[in-house]
């Protein structure tokens, strides 16, 4: 089995900055993509920025040019770093990987989620 646990979320003022980390535990042979979504009171969850094994980066329009998202394959660990965080940047954040299994199995795993509170 996998284990995803994230940590780095909290309570930041507008215009502030929040650093989250994703750290994958278990059986793992590799992972392939991984990213973050979140999800606000009363909304589905949204892709916020995802990073594949070649270290290429998708961002949802609403955070690029202040969210940056990497990885550390070592460590299987991804990161996301949120710069000049709004309010409506308020919600769950959650991390997803796609991981191979040492089995040779495949699977898609989820982190139980990290909040972050954006005040004005």
């Known amino acids: 089995q996998v284990q995803l646990v994230e940590s780095g979320g909290g309570l930041v003022q507008a215009g502030g900055s929040l650093r989250l980390s994703c750290t994958a535990s278990g059986s793992i042979r590799s992972i392939s993509d991984m990213g973050w979504y979140r999800q606000a009171p009363g909304k589905q969850r949204e892709l916020v920025s995802s990073i594949n094994s070649g270290g290429s980066t998708n961002y949802a329009d609403s955070v690029k040019g202040r969210f940056t998202i990497s990885r550390d394959n070592a460590k299987n660990t991804v990161y996301l770093q949120m710069n000049s965080l709004k309010p409506e940047d308020t919600a769950v954040y959650y991390c997803?990987?796609?991981?191979?299994?040492?089995?040779?199995?495949?699977?898609?795993?989820w982190g139980q989620g990290t909040q972050v509170t954006v005040s004005s």
């Open positions: 997803k990987c796609n991981v191979f299994l040492s089995a040779g199995l495949r699977g898609t795993y």
